[in-house]
Structure formats: structure tokens, C-alpha cells
């Protein structure tokens, strides 16, 4: 194993739409393949949340890709 690769840390997110009433809601998991450390998020600010918390690094600022702006994004 190299360097990089003892560095890297894994994630698994599953992102869905809640099925039901006229005001569906996006929900999501994720867990860290390393560790028992999961959680469930309503938005992506939870996700980021987690994110952060669990590696100690800052996720970098969003900006909106042209095309999905292009999307109403």
C-alpha cells in the first residue's frame, strides 16, 4: 500500500426522495467504510455536516455549475 492510499478516507451515501405527500423530501445516509460513524441527513447541509465532523477537513464553498443553473439550480 502506498502513502495516498493509507490516507484515504471512504464514504457511502444513499440519497432519496421520501415517496408520499405533494411535498416530497429528499433524505439521505451515509456512513464511513472505516468506522461504525453514520448518519441520516434531511438536507445536504447535515451530509457536509457529518462530512466535517467525522474527517476534520472544511468541505470547499459550493458554487452552482453553469448547467445547473441552466436547470433552475
Known sequence: MN?????????IARI?????????QWRGHIQRVQGEQETYFHDFNGMISFLETTTGVSFPAHQPSDESKELGG
Open 3 to 11: 502513502h495516498c492510499e493509507d490516507e484515504r478516507i471512504v464514504f
Open 16 to 24: 432519496w426522495l421520501e415517496p408520499g405527500s405533494e411535498e416530497r
